[in-house]
């Protein structure tokens, strides 16, 4: 049915001031924006007076992927008006794939994440299901570089030989053949970490010949985000002749923030002097959200995860790299004057001091410690024992099923003036929550930027916040036919109010839609209407034009 949208405010995606017309939607298109439409009885009348219309919500960083097929109609997303989600991002993913990459999905991915991701071929493949299954949101879809390295190497932790790489190229080039926008790293992880630069250049080149996006989770992103992190990205960029694309930008230095968030701002204006092409995207929250297992434990842990945390002998080898690890994290780049504490005496305190900072966003069995801090809940279930040994036995009954919330960055110093860079949008990096808890993110990362930085604290005015949602990632991505309101465009649109749209999700519930969104409108059919999903699956997965 086609649709009249009447007497709405229309904010185009454009960064242009509002003004007041009428959308007359025929199948999935915007037909004819004007003032005053009449149109027939059979047309679907939505009166949006007094309220906001704009393109849908562009997220540009998601990991929808990994369980979309078990959640067809992505309702976290979609009621907070999100119509498009770029995935497959951090270098891991669901497609390519192999035996080994399967095994390693099975041993280490599914613990961390707590799911069981369905893994593809490749990216055709995995288009298929997707159209044949139907989903209620537009999928673009990203190369993660893991699955390539580790579909030729496996987990080997070493530069590829001339022959791998050759073959990595293949694998990319077909998936960039079958429509993907680009490719993902993840470099803090393995495989990344072990991939030389050298190598990313090599397969960037490959991505650079269809236009596409290299697109990194960077391998510093604390006290080195400039010196390894930026610079390392800038380096692809300039070699390969390559668009750049910085992922959940931030500078997590507890002790450097303030010194390096500018230097960082300074660095890519410095870049795009030279002609270079480096955007980025920002989580709007000053917390990150992990697996405990993951950021903690080592992936040979990973292959006999209840053994290997039981078993004595390996336990100290595991508290010894885990402390390794915490003290680098956090005491490495301190000020030197935490360096005169001999380790011992800050082995004694950094445990119970951190984990006071930390809380319980998810568990798989002990639910009713969500939302309260890691350190209640090890001085509570394992009253008797040292916390780096409670830490383990945590994560060993929880089979590695421990999802948390740390303060990582500082709101107004650190995240906010990232932000306010043109080049930037927001993002959620979240996950689809088929069970437990989940961060507010999830819920409620896009509606958080209008009611916080533009409604509450005035950062930033609706107009350029609605381009950094819409056009700006659809720019990014190459995608001329979303993002911004205009005749012969494809009809996704939101309509919300301004005055109420509000986060709801909160540490102890963060599985709660927000409030304000009225209706999203996917490819010209009514997706969620007057605040509830209609259960309607006409997504498309979305193919990046071969240059």
């Avoid at 229309?10 to 003032?35: F, N, R, W």
């Avoid at 080997?156 to 993907?180: C, H, S, W, Y």
């Avoid at 010194?259 to 030279?274: D, F, Q």
């Avoid at 540490?507 to 409108?521: D, L, M, R, S």
């Amino acid at each position: 049915m086609d649709i009249l949208i009447k007497n709405g405010t229309i904010i185009d995606g454009t960064g242009s001031p509002s003004y007041e017309s009428d959308i007359l939607i025929k199948d999935d298109k915007i037909l004819k924006i004007a003032s005053n439409i009449n149109v027939d009885t059979s047309v679907k009348v939505i009166d949006a007076s007094n309220k906001i219309v704009t393109p849908g919500f562009i997220d540009i960083h998601n990991h929808a992927d990994f369980n979309i097929l078990d959640a067809t109609k992505a309702e976290s997303f979609v009621m907070q008006g999100m119509t498009t989600l770029l995935v497959g991002l951090c270098g891991t993913g669901v497609t390519p794939t192999s035996e080994v990459v399967e095994k390693y999905y099975s041993d280490f991915m599914s613990k961390a994440l707590s799911i069981e991701p369905k893994l593809f071929e490749n990216l055709q493949q995995f288009q298929e299901v997707l159209e044949r299954e139907g989903i209620s949101i537009n999928l673009a879809l990203l190369i993660p570089h893991g699955n390539v390295r580790a579909c030729v190497l496996g987990l080997d932790m070493r530069p590829a030989t001339e022959e791998e790489l050759e073959k990595m190229k293949k694998i990319v080039e077909q998936n960039m053949e079958f429509g993907a926008f680009g490719l993902s790293t993840g470099l803090v992880y393995p495989p990344g970490s072990a991939t030389p630069t050298e190598e990313l250049i090599e397969l960037s080149k490959i991505v650079s010949k269809y236009d596409g996006i290299y697109d990194s989770h960077m391998r510093n992103e604390g006290d080195g985000v400039i010196d390894i992190g930026m610079s390392e990205l800038i380096r692809i960029a300039r070699e390969a002749n390559i668009r750049a694309h910085i992922s959940h930008w931030q500078v997590i230095s507890r002790y450097k923030y303030k010194k390096l968030t500018p230097e960082a701002i300074n660095l890519v204006e410095k870049a795009h002097n030279e002609g270079l092409r480096i955007t980025a995207d920002v989580v709007p929250y000053d917390d990150g959200v992990t697996n405990l297992a993951y950021i903690l434990l080592e992936t040979w842990v990973f292959d006999n995860l209840k053994e290997n945390l039981s078993n004595l002998e390996t336990r100290e080898r595991i508290k010894k790299e885990i402390f390794e690890r915490i003290y680098s994290m956090f005491v490495a780049n301190a000020p030197f004057y935490l360096h005169l504490i001999p380790k011992f005496l800050i082995k004694r305190i950094i445990y119970k001091a951190l984990s006071k900072r930390v809380h319980i966003l998810f568990t798989v069995k002990s639910h009713q410690f969500e939302g309260k801090s890691l350190y209640e809940v090890l001085t509570t279930l394992y009253p008797n024992k040292k916390i780096e040994d409670a830490l383990l036995d945590f994560i060993r009954d929880e089979d590695g099923g421990v999802v948390i919330r740390h303060q990582l960055k500082n709101e107004e110093k650190s995240v906010i003036p990232l932000y306010k860079q043109p080049y930037v949008c927001p993002s959620s990096d979240a996950s689809l929550v088929i069970r437990g808890n989940s961060h507010p993110r999830a819920f409620g990362a896009f509606p958080r930027v209008i009611q916080r930085w533009v409604r509450e604290k005035n950062i930033t005015n609706l107009e350029e916040a609605i381009r950094k949602m819409t056009s700006l990632p659809a720019s990014i991505l190459g995608i001329t036919d979303r993002g911004v309101l205009k005749d012969g465009n494809k009809a996704d649109l939101v309509i919300f109010d301004f005055n109420k749209i509000e986060e709801k999700g909160t540490i102890a519930n963060g599985c709660q839609h927000p409030e304000g969104i009225e209706y999203v409108i996917i490819n010209g059919e009514i997706t969620v209407s007057e605040g509830k999903h209609l259960g309607v699956l006409k997504g498309r997965v979305l193919k990046h034009p071969k240059k």
